[in-house]
């Protein structure tokens, strides 16, 4: 049973596609979680070029760390969507896969074009921060 709290205002638009702040019981162990990127278990970045598949794998990389700590993607706090871009159809591109992947769990997210990211060929991290009681 996930102890997040989504919280909206009706004083900022409703056009946004989640939630606007979040809280988390004191009582919460909080995970944060490092930026889950599109690499196989080998440490290979896959789907290169490929900006849609490399934020399906960033998902599933965050839902297996997720998953050691405890915790799934409902448990999420807050999400950062980091794409090495100019373009924003990219950023659009990949936000879309991430807010596919939550689906009704429509935490606090913050999506930013960035200029590279820290493996060769990589184009798109997920860092989460996600709260659990024990």
């Known amino acids: 049973m996930t102890v997040v709290s ?3 205002s009706d ?3 409703p056009s946004a596609p989640y939630a606007y702040a979040s809280t988390a019981p004191a009582d919460a162990r909080l995970v944060f979680l490092a930026g889950a990127c599109p690499i196989d278990a080998h440490g290979e970045v896959t789907a290169r070029g490929d900006i849609a ?3 399906r ?3 599933d990389n965050l839902q297996v760390a997720l998953d050691a700590a405890g915790a799934t993607l409902g448990d999420v706090l807050s999400t950062r ?3 090495a871009t100019t373009r924003q159809i990219d950023l659009v ?3 879309n896969v991430v807010r596919e992947a939550f689906g009704e769990h429509d935490a606090p997210s913050t999506l930013v074009g960035v200029t590279v990211l820290g493996y060769p060929n990589q ?3 997920v860092e989460a921060i996600a709260a ?3």
Do not use: K
Request: proline letters at 0%; glycine letters at 0%.
């Open 57 to 59: 794998l960033c998902v």
């Open 11 to 13: 004083s900022l638009a």
């Open 123 to 125: 184009l798109v991290e």
């Open 132 to 134: 659990v009681r024990d």
């Open 81 to 83: 969507v980091l794409v």
């Open 6 to 8: 989504l919280i909206r």
């Open 53 to 55: 598949a490399q934020a």
């Open 93 to 95: 591109t990949a936000w």
